[in-house]
Structures are given as structure tokens and as C-alpha cells.
């Protein structure tokens, strides 16, 4: 019998009106923690959802630099957790304890991120015309241009990442920054952890002088439905797979007012090797890129899912390197027994398609994930072979070898959008193939040069995107200080008194920030307030 009740959040309050408890677990063994919660019921939801509506414009208005200081008050708590918190998000995930560490800082420094993007004022994106009374044959009104968020946003939390991508991850550090109040569906893999985090924010609000409703946190299966297709929902962030990302697009699209879902749901990140690199450095690679399929038992959205390369005695020797590096991968326990059965449901999909080969792997130990190789003939890749296309969610890979370049071209064609794309090779392979690295733009949001996938950091240059079904919409990224721009939306004022104009586009430019007056960039002087 679980021994602690957890509550919704809604309007800086504990909620718990249900009667359906749902029970965290312990992510090695399956057994029950001494955490219950209680799921959400529709009045519920509809609470949370009218507490951010009413929340937004307070929020919205308030000066970005105190919306800054919230944010760094966010980081600052989450690093304050003691100890404890850290066994807890072990035990509920069976990730390392190194892992939760790295991703909590990752975590508090996308708050911190975000904070300075405030405060420098680039978000606004001010653009100023002002008016020109003797133009002919008409004249000119004044017209000047700011960006304001959305509104409030739904988020979902997803399963990999219980902290970057989840209570206080980059969908709801973005949306708070660009000041949408969030209104906030827990993973069940993970619930324990999410109302210690969800805690932690609503300290944060609290010591900030935040409205009650700029966080609201609920739980339960079903309710992210009633969520997504309550009106006062203005955007719905989301990471976890295609087939959830699709539901919850079409449901945002047969709204009576639809919105957009910035989903980030499948990716193969195929990896494309180049025949001098392979010769020169090919059990290296084998034994690099092996790692990387294995890091974190496969269970990252850029794990490289596909491996390719052109027919020659180096290609040939690296097959069989990476799989003897893949087979020497100890078993791992995945994050719950969903995500390992959904692992083994890809292996079998690969294991019985006549076209695919096992090359290196063993029978699942347990609760445990073994890696696994395989080999597909290349007309599967070339013919665009569903099973090729998707994601298999673990420690699994498969290898595609061609025959030559014009078939490399035609692979490159049926490919469907990824968040990454790898080209390892030597400078001048990488030179004579910029063909490839150029039709790789069309296909992905980050192409990488003999690195690996599983890596990405918090920056104002990366993208975490790409063509669907990589996201939703491959204009945005879920990581790094552009993902603010997901919930920002332009707005225009024209023949404003100075007196009525937002700061950021008053002619004295109080704020300090970077703006474009009459096609001329002005610099600015401070940060933003």
C-alpha cells in the first residue's frame, strides 16, 4: 500500500477531487513505490486550463526581466534538491545516478538560458516604420512590430528524459519564458519525480510574485485529450512517439479554433560512413559509434538508428567490428516495462521481415535490453521500406550496405525527416561529398561531421528538429534559446501615441534592445528590463 498521496497542481494548489489513483514504480524490478497520485478529473483539467487563461495576461505583461528572475528562481531550486531527489528519479527510471546528475544541471541551465534570453530582448524581435506624412502618392502610417506569446501552452511530459524533457524541461522553460503560463500532463513513468520538480516551480512562483495559475500540473491516462481540446489552450508541446504526436495534431486540428502542436515524435539519425575514413579508422569508429548506440540503453531521440555505406573490404570489416562491439554491450534495464516491450515488439518487426538479416545480439535477459545489429538488403532503403523508416526505440541498429554512389543518391532521396544526419569521413572524402552534406539539409535539423548523435547541447545554435516525422513542424526546435520562438506570435501597432506603445518599441527605446528602425538595425544598450 502506498504510503504518500500526490495531488494536482492547479492554481498554486494541491487538487485531488478524483478517485482513480495511479502508483509509480520502480523502473528495475516493477514493484510499487510509496507514491500514489491521483488522477485528474475533467473539472479538474478544465480548473488548470481557466487558471493559466487567467494567469496570461498578467504574465504576459509583466516585465521580461522579472520574468527572468523566475526562471533563474526555477534553476535555483531545482539545484537546491537535496540527495534524495536524485535516488527518487533513480529508482523510478533506472537511469545512473551520473546521468540524473548532468541532466539536472542540463535542466536548471536551460532555465538559466532562457533567463538571458529575456533580458537581452532579441525575443521581442522589435521592428519600427515610422510613419512618412509627404510620401506620394500615398503616405506612410506608422507601423511597428513586436512578438507577445501565444497564450497558454500545454506540455507533455515525456518518458526518456524525466527532467530535461519533462516538469521543467525545454517546452515549458521556452513557453514560460516567452510568457505563456503552462499548464502541465505528468508521465507515468515518472510521477514521483514530476511532483518534486513541480514543487520546486511552484516555490519558484511564489518567491518571484508570480500569478497562482502560470503553473499548473495534472495527472492521469485520457486527460491530456480534454486538455489539448480545452479553448483557452493556445499551443501543445509535446515529445514521445508518432503515433501519440499524430493524435494529438489531429485532435489540435478539429478544434472549433485549432492550434499548432510542436510535437517531436520519430527519428532513425542515420549515420553514413565514407569509405577512406573506414579504412583508416574503422574499428575506432565501430567501436565509437557502438557506444552510442547503446548510451543510455538507445533511449535518446537522436540514438542512430541506421548505418550507411558503400560496398568495399573496409565497409565489409566494419560490419562485422560493430557488431562484435554491440554484442559486448552489457544488458541494461529500460526506463518500464512499456518501453521494453515496445522494444521488443521492434526487434521481432526487424527479426521477421524476410529482407533483414541479425547479424549480433541475444534474447532479452529479464527486465533487461540486449543490443542488437542487424542487416537490411538495400533495396528495402532505396524502395523506402516502412521498417526502415521506423523508429525501433532501443539499443538497436540497422547497417545498409550500397552498392555504389548513384545508389547513395537515391537513399538519400527516400528518406524521411530526421532530427540528425552523421557523415564520418576524411576532409577530403567530406569535400568531394558535398553533395551529400547539401541534399542532407533538405532531410534533417542538424547535420553532424564525424561526431555521434547522442549529444545534444543547450546553445542558442542547435536544433532539435527536422521534416516530419521527426516533428509536427520542422520550423521550430525543442532545444536551445530558439525554441522560444514556438510560442511567440507577431503583432502589429500602427499610429500608436508613444505614450501607448509597448516599451519595446517607444522611440527612446527604454529597454535598451537591438530593433529595426526604418530597415536600419539599432543597436541596443542594455538588457531588457
Not at 506569446?149 to 521543467?168: D, K
Not at 545498409?400 to 532521396?413: D, G, P, Y
Request: net charge negative; proline share 6%; aromatic share 6%.
Amino acid at each position: 500500500m502506498s504510503s504518500h498521496y500526490g495531488h494536482n497542481f492547479i492554481n498554486g494548489q494541491r487538487s485531488a477531487q478524483g478517485t482513480v489513483l495511479l502508483h509509480s514504480v520502480a523502473a528495475s524490478t516493477g514493484e510499487p513505490l510509496a507514491h500514489a497520485f491521483v488522477q485528474a478529473t475533467e473539472a479538474e483539467v478544465d480548473q488548470a486550463a481557466c487558471a493559466a487563461q487567467a494567469a496570461y495576461p498578467i504574465f504576459r505583461n509583466l516585465p521580461a526581466g522579472q520574468r527572468a528572475a523566475f526562471l533563474d528562481r526555477i534553476a535555483d531550486e531545482l539545484d537546491a534538491l537535496e540527495a534524495g531527489f536524485i535516488d527518487l528519479v533513480c529508482a523510478e527510471t533506472a537511469l545512473p545516478a551520473a546521468r540524473i546528475q548532468g541532466e539536472r544541471a542540463r535542466t536548471s541551465g536551460q532555465m538559466r538560458l532562457f533567463a538571458k534570453v529575456l533580458r537581452r530582448g532579441d525575443f521581442y524581435g522589435a521592428r519600427i516604420d515610422r510613419a512618412l506624412p509627404q510620401r506620394q502618392p500615398l503616405p506612410r502610417p506608422d507601423l511597428r512590430q513586436m512578438r507577445i506569446g501565444v497564450g497558454p501552452v500545454a506540455v507533455f511530459g515525456a518518458s526518456n528524459f524525466p527532467l530535461a524533457f519533462s516538469t521543467a524541461g525545454g517546452d515549458t522553460a521556452s513557453a514560460l519564458a516567452a510568457g505563456c503560463p503552462v499548464v502541465f500532463k505528468a508521465h507515468s513513468g515518472h510521477m514521483a519525480t514530476a511532483e518534486r520538480v513541480a514543487e520546486a516551480i511552484i516555490r519558484a512562483a511564489e518567491h518571484t510574485g508570480m500569478p497562482p495559475g502560470v503553473f499548473n500540473m495534472i495527472y492521469g491516462a485520457g486527460v491530456g485529450q480534454w486538455l489539448v481540446s480545452h479553448p483557452a489552450m493556445a499551443a501543445v508541446g509535446f515529445t514521445g512517439s508518432l503515433k501519440g504526436g499524430n493524435a494529438l495534431s489531429q485532435l489540435a486540428a478539429q478544434r472549433p479554433r485549432p492550434i499548432p502542436v510542436f510535437a517531436e515524435m520519430s527519428s532513425i539519425n542515420p549515420v553514413f560512413v565514407l569509405p577512406e575514413a573506414l579504412s583508416l579508422h574503422g574499428e575506432r569508429i565501430a567501436r565509437e559509434l557502438a557506444g552510442s548506440v547503446a548510451l543510455g540503453c538507445g533511449q535518446f531521440c537522436t540514438s542512430p538508428g541506421l548505418v550507411v555505406g558503400v560496398r568495399s573490404e573496409a565497409f565489409s570489416a566494419f560490419i562485422k567490428q560493430l557488431g562484435a562491439h554491440l554484442a559486448d554491450q552489457a544488458p541494461q534495464t529500460m526506463l518500464n516495462t512499456g518501453t521494453l516491450a515496445s522494444y521488443e515488439q521492434g526487434l521481432q518487426r526487424l527479426k521477421a521481415h524476410p529482407g533483414i538479416q541479425l547479424l549480433a545480439g541475444q534474447a532479452q535477459q529479464g527486465n533487461q535490453a540486449c543490443a542488437h545489429l542487424f542487416q537490411a538488403q538495400a533495396r528495402l532503403l532505396l524502395d523506402g521500406d516502412e521498417v526502415l523508416q521506423e523508429e525501433v526505440f532501443g539499443p538497436a541498429t540497422v547497417v545498409v550496405e550500397l552498392e555504389n554512389e548513384t545508389m547513395l543518391k537515391q537513399a538519400i532521396e527516400g528518406l524521411s525527416g530526421q532530427l540528425t544526419a552523421t557523415v564520418i569521413g576524411e576532409p577530403q572524402e567530406l569535400a568531394s561529398h558535398a553533395w551529400l552534406l547539401e541534399a542532407l539539409q533538405e532531410k534533417v535539423g542538424r547535420i553532424l561531421l564525424n561526431g555521434y548523435p547522442t549529444g545534444v547541447e543547450v546553445c542558442d545554435a542547435m536544433v532539435h528538429g527536422g521534416p516530419y516525422p521527426a516533428t509536427s513542424d520542422s520550423r521550430g526546435t525543442s532545444v536551445g534559446s530558439l525554441a522560444i520562438d514556438r510560442f511567440l506570435r507577431p503583432v502589429c501597432f500602427q499610429n500608436y501615441p508613444d505614450a501607448l506603445l509597448p516599451d519595446a518599441l517607444k522611440d527612446a527605446n527604454p529597454l535598451g534592445i537591438r530593433r529595426l528602425v526604418d530597415g536600419q538595425a539599432e543597436e541596443g544598450t542594455t538588457h531588457a528590463a
